[in-house]
């Protein structure tokens, strides 16, 4: 790769399913201004996505005074599988994009190169840089938000696969006959362990019998959404459906672990994303304990580390601005 001028300045953007980050980074990682935007305006229109993200870069870069066309690349994180060569989100659907040139299109409108890659991919190359995955040379990565994006690390690369499609850790099948995913398939981790199959659950058993203290919470702070500082309120209050579906995604992320060092024999394995950022070990130890459970080689399993993301919401921006740096 060729040497990289110290001085230059990159822009990261993090783009999940319900909002996204843009940070202005320098070549070494330091973050010199962030702006955050809703996405969920923008769900089915990747167009208007792409005049979003293109504002809350401009955003970003007015804040850390660096004029957006001297940036010497972006890197974009998208939740869902795309097609790095292309430039193009194949399949978002918590976005609800397909087939979308988001390359090509913002590219235009900021002037400078733009790289896509997974969101999770990216936020796996930040926690590899500067954070849990520093040094490891085999690992995978679980992201738990909207829905549930992966990335293996092998051999201290990214791993894409045949097609560039590897890492879709979220739909790998752990239920057969399960609940109906967002790709429209039964059974994925994504349709048991994400937000938003908690929220699904917590409604559903709400009307079932008892209302959870999660729904009381989301209506007295106006949010729509169970988002993961509800749940930690609902934690706190001790809520019994909160804290019976918790732990039912816990059991269902430590299977789908296990599953993946099973096959792949990682040394780490990083969980992020706003639950695990916010609840921290309360979230990952249960997880950790299913999934060492379900090791097949049990005589030295503690030796895979299952540890929470340290670089928290920064990962997936920073993770895109080395994207940038590492390919323009």
Not at 186 to 196: D, H, K, N
Request: aromatic share 4%; hydrophobic share 45%; with cysteine.
């Amino acid at each position: 790769m060729p040497r990289k001028d110290s001085n230059e300045i990159y822009a990261g953007v993090d783009l999940g399913g319900t909002s996204m980050i843009a940070a202005v980074v320098t070549a070494k990682g330091r973050i010199l201004a962030s702006r955050e935007a809703s996405t969920e305006a923008v769900k089915g229109d990747w167009a208007a996505a792409v005049d979003q993200i293109a504002d809350t870069i401009q955003k970003a870069c007015r804040k850390a005074r660096v004029r957006p066309a001297t940036l010497s690349g972006v890197g974009v994180g998208a939740a869902g599988a795309v097609d790095i060569v292309k430039g193009v989100v194949v399949s978002a659907p918590n976005l609800g994009w397909s087939d979308a040139p988001v390359t090509r299109a913002l590219s235009r409108k900021l002037g400078v190169d733009v790289h896509l890659d997974n969101d999770v991919h990216v936020a796996l190359i930040g926690e590899h840089a500067l954070g849990a995955a520093r040094g490891a040379k085999n690992a995978v990565a679980i992201w738990v938000g909207t829905g549930i994006g992966g990335g293996i690390l092998v051999d201290g690369r990214l791993h894409y696969g045949s097609r560039g499609s590897a890492g879709e850790i979220g739909h790998m099948v752990i239920q057969v006959d399960g609940p109906i995913c967002g790709c429209g398939r039964r059974g994925c981790a994504e349709s048991l362990s994400s937000r938003t199959a908690m929220e699904r659950d917590v409604r559903a058993l709400s009307e079932a019998g008892q209302r959870s203290a999660a729904l009381r919470i989301m209506d007295e702070i106006g949010k729509t959404r169970m988002t993961s500082s509800v749940i930690q309120k609902a934690i706190d209050e001790t809520d019994p459906i909160v804290l019976q579906v918790l732990a039912r995604a816990q059991k269902a992320i430590g299977v789908l672990v296990s599953n993946l060092v099973n096959v792949l024999d990682p040394e780490l394995v990083v969980i992020g994303g706003g639950i695990a950022e916010r609840l921290g070990d309360l979230f990952v130890g249960p997880i950790r304990q299913f999934a060492y459970e379900g090791f097949i080689r049990q005589s030295d399993r503690e030796t895979v580390r299952i540890v929470t993301s340290t670089l928290g919401d920064r990962a997936g921006a920073l993770g895109a601005a080395f994207m940038a740096r590492d390919r323009s």
